[in-house]
Nanobody, 119 residues
Framework: VQLQASGGGLVQAGGSLRLSCAASGISGSIISTYHMGWYRQAPGKQRELVAN???????NYADSVKGRFTISRDNAKNTVYLQMNSLKPEDTAVYYCAVSIISGRPISWGQGTLVTVSS
């Protein structure tokens, strides 16, 4: 599975960004059975889970983004989205999308997209 992430950029605190991640290299009927998620890695920190969406549609969020970020998926387009609102400087990181068969155990990663939030 190949993942292509996009949508990162520079935004002021309080602003919004929408990240997209398109999956390819596998049939859509199979992708729809995978769990998909977004992770991030800030400078000097470990990569952490931001949000994931299970194949059945259930979602999970890190406490730090609850109420501000929304993950969604469009199985017809093999794409997962991350809508980020009320961004804070501490959200600055490289954001990676990932797919997994077992939740929490990614089998493929996107290339990462940089999100920078200025104060």
């Amino acid at each position: 599975v190949q993942l292509q992430a996009s949508g990162g950029g520079l935004v002021q605190a309080g602003g919004s960004l929408r990240l997209s991640c398109a999956a390819s290299g596998i049939s859509g009927s199979i992708i729809s059975t995978y769990h998909m998620g977004w992770y991030r890695q800030a400078p000097g920190k470990q990569r952490e889970l931001v949000a994931n969406i299970l194949s059945a549609g259930y979602t999970n969020y890190a406490d730090s983004v609850k109420g501000r970020f929304t993950i969604s998926r469009d199985n017809a387009k093999n794409t997962v989205y991350l809508q980020m609102n009320s961004l804070k400087p501490e959200d600055t990181a490289v954001y990676y999308c990932a797919v997994s068969i077992i939740s929490g155990r990614p089998i493929s990663w996107g290339q990462g997209t940089l999100v920078t939030v200025s104060s």
